[in-house]
């Protein structure tokens, strides 16, 4: 069966900390997709990263970046110098063969909140 | 290029009524998938369409149905509703392949009063 955890629940940081939010996922599939979303208070989910399960390198993007690392099936997000508006719940997600295609499977989400 | 649209933003209904939702996708996405949001239960898969036909279905009743258009516009019903469907309903489109990233909009709340 395939399972993504997001063990945090709530983060609250000083805007300028350094944050890593944990990802992780099970799955059998050797092909599978990682993904992480940002839901603002507005309610609607933003794209921000996909991973393909044989892509280890680690991506950064601005104040962004991803360590993937299929050895202990995690795959977290850290976010560098937060600021206020990075506040948002934030979704990891898996996508496999075993789950089709257009089947995301969500973490619980991991709640930041950002203060100045 | 327009992003996916929902109607109708907020829905209040009472229990045992019965409730459609509609989702126009990204022109050009062929996928439409439907997904629940509640506190208890996070985002959970309700199904997904892909040219016309179910293509996966989620661990929901019966009560819950959808159906996708030829121009690939879908809608979700909820039969004889229950105070436990109040959610958040997203809907997500993409082009259809396992790569794909899936673009949401912004939601359908539903409240079953």
């Known amino acids: 069966a395939q399972k993504v955890t997001q063990a945090q629940t709530e983060i609250s940081v000083v805007e300028k900390e350094d944050v890593t939010l944990d990802c992780v996922y099970e799955?059998?599939?050797?092909?599978?997709?990682l993904f992480w979303y940002k839901q603002p208070p507005s309610g609607e989910l933003v794209f921000l990263i996909r991973?393909?399960?044989?892509?280890?390198q680690n991506e950064i993007s601005g104040r962004y970046s991803w360590n993937f690392q299929k050895s202990t099936s995690s795959f977290n997000f850290t976010i560098t110098a937060s600021q206020v508006v990075d506040s948002a719940v934030y979704f990891c997600?898996?996508?496999?063969?075993?789950?089709?295609?257009?089947?995301?499977?969500f973490g619980k989400g991991t709640k930041l909140s950002v203060k100045p | 290029k327009a992003g996916v649209t929902q109607t109708p933003r907020y829905l209040i209904k009472t229990r045992g009524q019965q409730v459609t939702l509609s989702c126009s996708p990204i022109?050009?996405?062929?996928?439409v998938s439907w997904y629940q949001q509640t506190p208890g239960q996070g985002l959970q898969f309700l199904f997904e369409y892909f040219s016309e036909t179910q293509r996966n279905k989620g661990n929901f009743p019966g009560r819950f149905s959808g159906r996708q258009f030829s121009n690939s516009r879908s809608e979700m019903n909820v039969s004889t509703l229950e105070l436990g469907d109040s959610a958040l309903y997203l809907c997500?489109?993409?082009?259809?392949?396992?790569?794909?990233?899936?673009?949401f909009g912004p939601g359908t709340r539903l409240t079953v009063l």
């Open positions: 799955t059998r599939d050797t092909t599978y997709y």
């Open positions: 022109s050009g996405h062929r996928s």
């Open positions: 997600a898996l996508s496999s063969y075993g789950g089709s295609q257009g089947n995301l499977i």
């Open positions: 997500a489109s993409s082009l259809g392949q396992l790569d794909n990233e899936q673009f």
């Open positions: 991973r393909n399960s044989f892509d280890e």
